[in-house]
């Protein structure tokens, strides 16, 4: 039998992070990349340079390959149709991927499926219309609400609270020149935000990892808590079900990350909104690759190709992710002698990008049995690769 071989659309971080299971496991890794510098181009031997609507190099990348699946979201589905119908194993399914595509077409498919999201609608075209549309849900559900543009957006944009619709008079404008469309939901009052990452292979069986807690910065997420702190097992049971029926009510394959809102009224009674949906690797499964038996990285590679999935446990009581955003260092190893000295149980996992303000250059993993201590670790050593107190 021949080696598998997996093709991969987008050539970030996520990308990246395939190479050592994929390297463990035997898997040859082809991954299509923006540039010769990107993350991924760095580590992985067959890395050719293109754009993910360049068909013509995308039907090179899956010569011969067992399957094509993705580290973003923004494909043609009309072309990875086209490639299935000429045999091409293409995972997730371009009709599951949609859903992250789009999230208009992800809110109504979520609500008629009868799982728990905001209140929401889409906003017309016409800007007269959009603008009494808007005008009548602040009405309804304001003072504040959130609009979002339905294509996109990711880590705070394409999203903007407002009051009033002028607030997003120019994203009006930009609707009626052929922009995408625009959706308005209600301003959830959340306690925290949650994370239910699962794994499902075409086979059809799934599995979750344990619920987390994602702690965000302007809109980035700054840290994840695994498992999340003072979740009971009902209500820990109740978000993973929820994944679950995503999972398998949108025949997604690969890894879904399901993004969750909690609520908690006065009474101590909790509930859940699904808030986004990411059908790859995840920043919330970051924690995995050394805080549970099989990384998000290695079970993507193993449910892509159908393979049996691995056990998802974890490896220690609690593991906290800190991503590494922006840093004042021109090179971030030069952090290394000093945040492996002071942080020995800290693992250091940089993505080879140019610093820049705000951008995700990597990201720390501590695990153990004292959250307190296992938190201040994690924060401290990325706060050293960042060169910042």
């Known amino acids: 039998m021949a080696t598998p071989i997996v093709s991969v659309i987008g050539g970030g971080q996520l990308a990246r992070m395939m190479a050592p299971p994929a390297a463990e496991l035997g898997v040859t ?18 890395s050719p340079v293109g754009k993910a609507s360049d068909t013509e190099t995308i039907k090179s990348l899956v010569t011969g390959a067992n399957v094509l699946t993705f580290e973003h979201e923004h494909v043609p589905g009309d072309f990875l149709r086209e490639l299935i119908s000429q045999g091409v194993s293409v995972q997730p399914h371009p009709d599951a991927l949609l859903q992250a595509q789009d999230k208009i077409i992800m809110r109504e498919r979520l609500t008629d499926m009868g799982l728990p999201c905001p209140a929401w609608r889409a906003l017309d075209r016409d800007t007269a219309t959009a603008t009494t549309q808007l005008h009548e849900f ?17 880590d705070g944009k394409g999203v903007r609270v407002v009051s009033s619709p002028e607030e997003v008079n120019d994203w009006f404008d930009g609707v009626e020149a052929g922009g995408p469309a625009l959706l308005v939901e209600e301003k959830v009052p ?3 935000e949650l994370a239910v990452l699962v794994a ?15 702690i965000q910065e302007n809109g980035v997420c700054a840290q994840v808590i695994a498992p999340a702190p003072n979740l009971t097992q009902d209500e820990a049971d109740r978000a993973r079900e929820v994944a679950l029926k995503v999972a398998h009510g949108l025949d997604v394959t690969g890894v879904l990350a399901v993004e969750m809102f909690e609520t908690r009224s006065d009474s101590g009674e909790t509930n859940i909104f699904i808030n986004e949906l990411a059908m790859r690797p995840h920043n919330s499964g970051h924690w995995t690759i050394t805080g549970s038996v099989t990384s998000q990285f290695e079970q ?13 446990a974890p490896l220690a009581p609690w593991t ?31 993505y080879g990008k140019e610093p820049r303000p705000g951008r995700k250059l990597g990201h720390v993993n501590v695990s153990g ?16 690769v960042r060169d910042q107190d």
């Open 29 to 46: 890794l082809r991954v299509l990349v923006e540039s010769d510098g990107s993350s991924a181009a760095q580590v992985v031997v067959d």
């Open 200 to 214: 499902r292979r075409p086979a059809g069986d799934a599995v979750t990892w344990p619920v987390v807690e994602s």
């Open 320 to 350: 906290v992710m800190a991503n590494i955003l922006g840093s004042n260092r021109e090179t971030l190893t030069d952090a290394l002698p000093q945040v492996l000295a002071q942080y020995p149980n800290a693992k250091v996992n940089l």
């Open 369 to 384: 049995s004292d959250l307190e201590q296992v938190l201040a670790a994690a924060r401290g050593a990325a706060a050293l």
């Open 300 to 312: 993507h590679l193993r449910a892509v190709l159908d393979l049996p999935l691995g056990d998802t």
């Open 138 to 154: 602040i009405a309804q559900h304001g003072p504040d609400v959130v609009v979002k543009t339905s294509r996109g957006g990711y």
């Open 190 to 192: 959340f306690s925290r």
